[in-house]
């Protein structure tokens, strides 16, 4: 396959039809720059318009499409009442309704005495047959301009849904007969058609009928997940061929860990370990997955892992996303590191000038065996004297490439386990760290505290503030999160300094304040207050919601709930019931207006579960896959067509397709191999492109 045969889709927008320069930036909002974006921009609905009747017997509240007469322009005396222009049929009358309507504009559009061909929707108000702000008005040679079954698409202010349908008619077009990379039978078996005219049925259906759509939408939806998952298995194919290195530990101060420890890792802890060690020591790279709950060790895991590396003479490090984590991790990593006789220091953008050279000096002779920090970690000037493994401690801001990029550190091989802070939904693992193993955590180490959660309205923030007025009396610690920095105007939810201000003039010093926009000395200040309890409540922002550890705390505030994730609120959670005391968890609604059914769906799950696991497979369920994702996260594939709790079993498929073609082809070089290789440019998945370029 020639790549030339893609030029077509990958040109800017602004050779489709109706799209110039300044057009083109409205079409960057909802889609992109170029005309495959377009195409793959998913109409929210239709509009049938083949619905031709007379007026007299047009069903109301019905989109219909109406040959007319103008008879006359009522301008109206002043501004806040409608313009009018009143019509007929053979068989009755009707009004053209239009608020804030320029009288030229409308003569010119509708003139007195001329017939139109109109369409919209027609309602009844005071008796009489409406249409407001007709969607078309053409004349009668210029009818074919009205589409039947008209696709609606997101859009955004100065973009009409006129110019996107016109513009992705002409994507279509222009789009080519690709050469088919799906097989026969399967295509066969599923009523798939190719993936043009998947596309065609998409945006220009003949008719609207929700089967043939959604046979449509399953074909683009499959080749979406089937490229993923090729690119996934041609990236693990690459890896486990490269050169690995063999690192087996003596076990000795893994011994030493386990006895300093005040108590027994629990048995999953045990196995994630074990089958990290049997990675280790195959001699292929090891590529990782760990996953677990709120409070199921990861940590521990981790120090473990890297353990293994320093057995054996070589170094590791532990990348976390934030400085707050990372400094989590080396007061949680140091002290144990000191106590087997080993050295771990940390690493981030704070540490500067003779200190920071001196450290860089130590680690290139060897002379630190763990290293943590943030994406510091791995500058130009961070050398390592022989980095064995590296971890990463972030789910979904962490991609292939970097992935790649990490097992080639430091000189030799270097083996890869990435930590998630959420357990992840199986479709979403899959899509993301298909080219990886998984271990997962599914127990909690014993000693961990239930958490009572309960939903609150805030009309009752009284009571809440006297229950944290008891708590700081019995010398519990409290944290109290908000969704905002300052107030804002057009939302009507408590600002973190407004809600610290309050609390500080009923509780003193008491109080302490930490957010993102805060400088880190200040935020590191306020955070050690509370650690220290010096401060007894914490108000902050989701700025805690991971790698704050204070066992003291017992109380979790979440105030506007409602606005929160499933996944974040159960990481809010998990910041208390670390201790040896009860913990409980307020999650605090707006009640007025009354909460949505998704809001609602949340605080019930919340209230029933504590298990992360069950709760990521609802936080799935409720805002599907795409708001999961987010928009242009790093190692994420962008999904066009693809629902992923819906076409789970696409998935499962896509990925046994994609680990036979790899098996047979992994160079991609048969007919269909030429085809899949089609497909990957088509979906843009880069790593796999780069290495099929590079091999």
């Avoid at 074990?274 to 521990?300: C, F, H, P, S, W």
């Avoid at 760290?433 to 180490?445: A, I, Q, R, T």
């Avoid at 009284?462 to 007025?469: Q, S």
């Amino acid at each position: 396959m020639r790549p030339e045969i893609l030029f077509s889709l990958f040109a800017p927008v602004t050779t489709l039809p109706g799209v110039g320069p300044r057009m083109a930036e409205k079409f960057a909002k909802v889609a992109g720059e170029r005309v495959l974006d377009v195409l793959w921009l998913r109409p929210a609905g239709y509009v049938d318009r083949r619905l031709r009747p007379s007026i007299v017997s047009v069903p109301e509240g019905s989109v219909a499409t109406l040959a007319l007469n103008v008879l006359a322009h009522q301008t109206p005396p002043h501004p806040k009442v409608p313009y009018r222009v009143i019509c007929s049929d053979d068989t009755s009358a009707i009004e053209l309704v239009f608020f804030g309507g320029r009288n030229d504009y409308l003569s010119r559009l509708l003139p007195e005495g001329s017939r139109r061909i109109v369409s919209g929707r027609v309602e009844r108000h005071d008796g009489r047959l409406q249409m407001a702000h007709p969607d078309y008005a053409v004349a009668p040679d210029q009818a074919d301009q009205i589409p039947e079954i008209e696709p609606v698409y997101p859009l955004t202010e100065g973009l009409t849904n006129k110019a996107v349908a016109k513009a992705a008619r002409g994507g279509l077009l222009n789009a080519p007969d690709l050469p088919e990379w799906q097989d026969a039978a399967w295509l066969a078996k599923q009523r798939w058609a190719s993936w043009r005219s998947s596309l065609t049925a998409i945006h220009a259906p003949p008719h609207v009928d929700e089967a043939a759509l959604e046979v449509a939408r399953r074909r683009l939806a499959y080749d979406e997940v089937l490229a993923n998952q090729l690119a996934l298995m041609l990236i693990r194919a690459r890896m486990k061929k490269a050169a690995g290195r063999v690192v087996d530990g003596s076990g000795a101060l893994r011994a030493k860990l386990l006895a300093a420890l005040p108590f027994k890792p629990t048995g999953a802890q045990t196995r994630a370990v074990r089958e990290i060690a049997a990675d280790l020591k195959t001699g292929e790279r090891m590529l990782r997955l760990l996953q677990g709950d709120v409070g199921a060790g990861k940590t521990l895991v981790a120090l473990m892992a890297m353990l293994i590396a320093v057995e054996t003479g070589a170094q590791a490090a532990l990348m976390a996303p934030t400085e707050i984590l990372a400094r989590q991790h080396m007061a949680t990593i140091g002290p144990l590191a000191a106590q087997i006789g080993i050295r771990a220091e940390v690493l981030t953008g704070r540490e500067k000038g003779k200190a920071r050279t001196a450290l860089l000096a130590d680690l290139a002779a060897g002379k630190i065996q763990i290293l943590i920090g943030t994406h510091a970690l791995f500058t130009e000037d961070v050398a390592f004297e022989d980095l064995a493994l590296a971890v990463v401690d972030e789910q979904h801001k962490f991609g292939v490439s970097q992935r790649m990029s990490l097992s080639g550190r430091g000189g030799r091989p270097t083996h890869v386990l990435v930590m998630t802070a959420t357990p992840i939904p199986r479709t979403l693992s899959m899509t993301i760290y298909g080219d990886m193993d998984v271990s997962k955590l599914d127990e909690k180490p014993p000693g961990r505290q239930p958490i009572a959660t309960r939903a609150v309205p805030l009309n009752r923030l009284e009571e809440v503030e006297n229950a944290v007025a008891r708590a700081i009396q019995s010398g519990d610690r409290v944290f109290w999160v908000c969704p905002l920095v300052e107030q804002n105007e057009k939302l009507d939810v408590t600002a973190v300094e407004s809600r610290f201000r309050e609390l500080e003039r009923r509780f003193g010093d008491k109080v302490a304040l930490a957010h993102g926009k805060m400088k880190a000395a200040q935020k590191d200040e306020a955070m050690e207050r509370f650690r220290s309890g010096a401060a007894s409540v914490l108000v902050a922002t989701t700025v805690i919601e991971v790698g704050v550890d204070v066992p003291e705390a017992t109380v979790m505030i979440v105030e506007h709930a409602e606005r929160f994730g499933l996944a974040q609120l159960h990481q809010l959670r998990g910041r208390v019931g670390r201790g040896s005391r009860a913990s409980s968890c307020l999650l605090l609604y707006q009640d007025d207006p009354p909460l949505g059914e998704t809001a609602k769906a949340r605080l019930k799950i919340m209230r029933e579960t504590e298990d992360g696991f069950v709760i990521a497979e609802e936080d799935l369920k409720l805002r599907g896959a795409g708001e999961l994702l987010g928009t242009k996260q790093a190692g994420t594939p962008d999904l066009h067509y693809a629902d992923l709790f819906r076409d789970a079993d696409l998935l499962s498929v896509a990925r046994d397709d994609a680990m036979l073609a790899v098996g047979r082809d992994a160079e991609l070089t048969s007919t269909r191999g030429e085809a899949l290789r089609a497909l990957l440019y088509l979906f843009e998945r880069d790593e796999a492109v780069r290495y099929l370029r590079s091999g």
